[in-house]
């Protein structure tokens, strides 16, 4: 099942390990949130917290009781009483070697921790919660909108932050393999006097959700909007510095939004409240769903067209289900198919061969470009208001292009360059976004950090 697919194979969606996990988790809950949040034009106010669960509060939430240690030597982290003493000795010597270099003004190299003395570690947990005031989510639909891979929303020709939806679930089912927990949704539409709760897990071998609870609430308080709550296998220590560039990139990319960021510990000095606050109310054009170039297709996806449209004949079919394709040319287009093919031919009747004819035909024809309507730039003047909320920089420039097509599909380039700056280090700093996203992971190989190093 696709579930079984993305279970197996996790890295494909950023859940390479515990740290990435946690990481990718808060990513994903975030920008599905500002998506929400932008579909109604409502200025995102968005609050992430994540709370370290230690493992006898784990337990009980699992109704596991702790249990005593009964045999040592099953364990990795156990070594004899003759090897603790060499461990113990050879730190004890290799502390004495740089206290000496140290008294000498030498560098100081840290003395790495010996495996022995720190074995494998414990599992960390958390609890990741994320609120928002956006668009909800139809009571009904919850449960397959969460508990059945690729079943999302976003599958129409429009610029968001996900195209499938698919990070949610990844995160569930990251839950169900590491902790087995439910996860728990709230949500509630505008205008809706009651509020949805759901619990549920998914069933991953059959691809579908397993609810345990989904009921309606009251609404007192009119609010609209979702709350996910999950718990799962993490690691902070190694990524909270990743997650925290996260969250003050997103302020810079989104400085129409509010961002409330925590990470709650048992040990009060772990604990972090930081508030991104919103700097304007101008918010990124509302994209325009539009249908599909024909140059930018692919075979798959004509025969879903084909399976999916409510026109009758060929050029009915051609004029309706793609952008730029009028009438003259439509006829143009069929003429060229060759004599098997006419305007009035039935649709769903097309042979798999026809459909190739169809497809090598569009890669190969002349096509005005598409429009750049379906694309939400952050604009000049929302790039320029983050990096100065931000960076503090003392002098700074933005620059934002018009609409350019690579093979049937828009884009539109983006830039920003500050000199000086707050928390900045010397030198050259590179911060790439692409769709409106702050990319983090494999700099270095990408035309932007190439084009930066080169000619700046």
């Known amino acids: 099942s696709p579930a079984e697919f993305f279970a197996e194979n996790k890295n494909i969606a950023g859940f390479d390990n515990p740290g990435k996990c946690l990481y990718t988790t808060v990513r994903e809950l975030v920008e599905n949130a500002l998506d929400s949040a932008e579909a109604i034009s409502e200025l995102p106010v968005i609050e992430i917290t994540i709370e370290e669960i230690v493992k006898s509060k784990f337990n009980s939430m699992i109704g596991l009781v702790d249990r005593e240690r009964v045999d040592e030597a099953l364990y990795d982290d156990y070594e004899t009483a003759k090897a603790r003493e060499k461990r113990l000795a050879k730190e004890a010597r290799a502390q004495e070697i740089q206290a000496k270099n140290a008294a000498l003004g030498k560098k100081v190299k840290e003395h790495a921790v010996s495996k022995s003395s720190k074995g494998r570690g414990e599992a960390s947990f958390y609890r990741v919660t994320c609120r928002d005031n956006g668009r909800g989510m139809p009571h009904d639909d919850i449960p397959n909108m969460f508990g059945r891979v690729l079943s999302g929303t976003k599958y129409g020709l429009k610029q968001t932050r996900g195209k499938f939806g698919l990070g949610a679930k990844m995160a569930l089912i990251w839950s169900k393999m590491s902790t087995g927990l439910p996860i728990e949704i709230s949500s509630s539409m505008r205008g809706q006097n009651y509020l949805s709760f759901c619990r549920l ?45 996260y969250m003050r990139q997103m302020a810079v990319i ?18 972090v409240t930081i508030k991104f606050a919103r700097r304007t109310d101008v918010m990124p054009p509302v994209p325009v769903e539009t249908k599909h170039h024909p140059s930018s297709v692919d075979i798959l996806l004509i025969k879903r067209l084909i399976a999916e449209t409510s026109k009758q004949n060929l050029m009915q079919f051609l004029q309706h289900e793609f952008v730029n394709i009028g009438k003259p040319l439509a006829e143009r287009l069929i003429g060229e198919m060759g004599p098997e093919f006419s305007p009035k031919m039935a649709v769903k009747s097309l042979t798999d061969q026809q459909i190739v004819r169809i497809h090598q035909l569009f890669r190969q024809a002349k096509f005005d470009d598409p429009s750049g309507d379906c694309l939400s730039p952050a604009g000049e003047y929302n790039l320029r208001l983050g990096i100065i909320k931000e960076l503090h920089p003392d002098m700074v420039a933005t620059y934002s292009g018009s609409a350019q097509v690579f093979e049937g599909h828009p884009f539109i380039v983006e830039a920003g360059v500050s000199v000086g700056g707050k928390d900045v280090k010397q030198g050259l700093n590179i911060f790439r976004f692409a769709n409106r996203i702050p990319l983090l992971f494999e700099q270095g190989g990408d035309v932007v950090t190439r084009t930066a190093l080169k000619r700046i």
């Open 254 to 271: 989104t400085p129409y939004a509010q961002f409330l960021f925590k990470f709650v510990s048992d040990a009060p000095d772990k604990n």
């Open 201 to 245: 897990d998914i069933d991953i071998h059959r691809n579908i959700p397993h609810i345990h609870l989904h009921e309606k609430r009251d609404n007192k308080d009119k609010w609209h909007g979702a709350e996910i709550q999950v718990v799962i296998e993490g690691n902070w220590t190694t990524y909270r510095s990743k997650i925290l560039h």
